[in-house]
C-alpha cells in the first residue's frame, strides 16, 4: 500500500514563506502525477498545484507566481514551495499522487494532510 507523508506545515505571517513535502513510501514517486489540494474551515477541498511525471507544473489562479511545485524523484518527495502568504492560504494541505496507465487511473493516494496558518 502506498503511504504519503506531508511535512513542513506551519505557523507564519502574511508574505513569509513555507515548504511542504510529500514523501511516499512503499513505491518510487516517479511513477505517480502529483498534485497538492487544500481545504479551508467551512469550505470544499481545492486543487492547488499539479505535477505530471515529466515535470510539467499547473496552477490554480490564486497562487501562480507564488507557489512552485517540483519533485525530486531521487528523495522520493514532491515538494510545494509556497511564498508571499496570504491570510486567505490558511488551510491544512493534502499531497495527492495518481497513478494512471493506458489512459486510466489505477491508483489514487492521500497523505494525511499538514496544516498551514497564516497570520495578518
Known amino acids: 500500500q502506498v503511504q504519503l507523508v506531508e511535512s513542513g506545515g506551519g505557523f507564519v505571517q502574511a508574505g513569509g514563506s513555507l515548504r511542504l513535502s510529500c514523501v511516499a513510501s512503499?513505491?518510487?514517486?516517479?511513477?505517480?502525477?502529483v498534485a497538492w489540494h487544500r481545504q479551508a474551515p467551512g469550505q470544499q477541498r481545492e486543487l492547488v498545484a499539479h505535477?505530471?511525471?515529466?515535470?510539467?507544473?499547473n496552477y490554480v489562479d490564486s497562487v501562480k507566481g507564488r507557489f512552485t511545485i517540483s519533485r525530486d524523484n531521487a528523495k522520493n518527495t514532491v515538494y510545494l514551495q509556497m511564498d508571499s502568504l496570504k491570510p486567505e492560504d490558511t488551510a491544512v494541505y493534502y499531497c495527492?499522487?495518481?497513478?494512471?496507465?493506458?489512459?486510466?487511473?489505477?491508483?489514487?493516494?492521500w497523505g494525511q494532510g499538514t496544516q498551514v496558518t497564516v497570520s495578518s
Open positions: 505535477i505530471t511525471r515529466d515535470d510539467s507544473a
Open positions: 495527492n499522487a495518481q497513478f494512471w496507465q493506458l489512459g486510466s487511473k489505477r491508483g489514487d493516494y
Open positions: 512503499r513505491t518510487a514517486i516517479s511513477y505517480f502525477e
